[in-house]
């Protein structure tokens, strides 16, 4: 009796084995006999080799000797799973469908010691527009109509006694969406102050603005221009960035619309700053200048954007 135990324990045993045997087999063959696409080692192959063609080394931040504080810009890397999924549907290597990683600088603009802003960085297709304000309103609802026409954010840049005699109309700025800044607070020339009138000048604006937009205010732009190493200096203090222009509207002169466009379009450039004021030739002609900006292939965001290290 114990033999036929054993010859039916071992007759299954064998049997268990013949078929995971069998059913391994049968993988294996399925496996086996499974078309190879030879065309995907290919391209990713080929995306490995165009790679570093692509590939930009991230560039930071620094001091110009003549554009001063300048942000860095990220760098980029090729991925290259990313790219190639991109491009299995058409089989083919496509440098319009290659997909980046950015790599931060090692140097951000914040850890540059105190100077002045005056652009972005050259190679970046954005440009500002610094509208500084310390007088009138009867053109800001015009300006503000037709910025938000193209779907542009600005920088205005308020006087602090501007900002106590019209409350509403900085509010109604600021709920648009725009940057607000800091221009002093009664138009001084900041060159010619003590360290102590610069810094009341400072304090005493930022009081009046963040008061009655409830938000802190970061960047600064002296009156006229007019600034000195101590200007700066105090401002840094106050955790604020000091802006300047490099394209200038002169609007402040009333030339014609054309004229003050064809001024703006003849120097406007990677990363400019355009300076302009609420005067009636920017109001009739903001809505053309936007246009043409445009189509010269610009985007037109606020300093902060402009300043971000982002390709």
């Not at 790679?51 to 991230?58: F, K, R, S, V």
């Not at 910025?147 to 900002?163: D, R, S």
């Not at 002609?285 to 445009?294: M, T, Y």
Request: a negative charge.
């Amino acid at each position: 009796m114990a033999r036929i135990y054993y010859k039916a324990i071992m007759f299954f045993v064998v049997l268990f084995a013949l078929l995971f045997l069998f059913k391994f087999n049968l993988v294996s063959f399925n496996l086996l006999s499974l078309p190879v696409d030879k065309k995907q080692p290919a391209l990713l192959e080929e995306i490995k080799q165009e790679a570093p063609n692509y590939n930009e080394e991230a560039e930071d931040a620094y001091i110009d000797n003549v554009w001063k504080k300048t942000p860095g810009r990220n760098g980029r890397k090729v991925n290259i799973q990313k790219s190639y999924k991109n491009m299995k549907e058409s089989e083919q290597f496509d440098k319009e469908k290659l997909v980046f990683d950015e790599i931060k600088p090692n140097v951000s603009l914040e850890q540059l010691p105190a100077s002045p802003i005056y652009r972005g960085h050259p190679e970046k297709e954005m440009v500002t527009l610094l509208i500084n304000v310390s007088w009138g309103t009867e053109h800001i609802p015009v300006m503000l109509e037709t910025l938000k026409e193209h779907e542009v954010k600005a920088n205005f840049f308020i006087e602090g006694q501007w900002a106590k005699e019209n409350k509403s109309t900085l509010k109604m700025i600021d709920e648009q969406g725009h940057l607000i800044g800091n221009h002093g607070f009664n138009h001084p020339d900041m060159a010619k102050m003590t360290a102590p009138q610069i810094k009341e000048q400072i304090t005493k604006t930022n009081d009046i603005i963040e008061a009655i937009i409830d938000k802190p205010v970061k960047w600064f732009a002296p009156p006229s221009g007019s600034f000195t190493d101590t200007v700066v200096k105090i401002a840094d203090q106050e955790q604020m960035e000091t802006i300047l222009w490099t394209v200038d509207t002169i609007d402040w002169q009333k030339p014609s619309a054309s004229v003050m466009i064809n001024r703006v379009m003849d120097k406007v450039h990677p990363g400019a700053t355009i300076l302009m004021h609420p005067t009636p030739v920017v109001a009739e002609g903001l809505d053309r200048l936007l246009v043409d900006i445009k189509q010269q292939g610009y985007r037109v965001h606020t300093i902060e954007q402009l300043m971000q290290e982002t390709r």
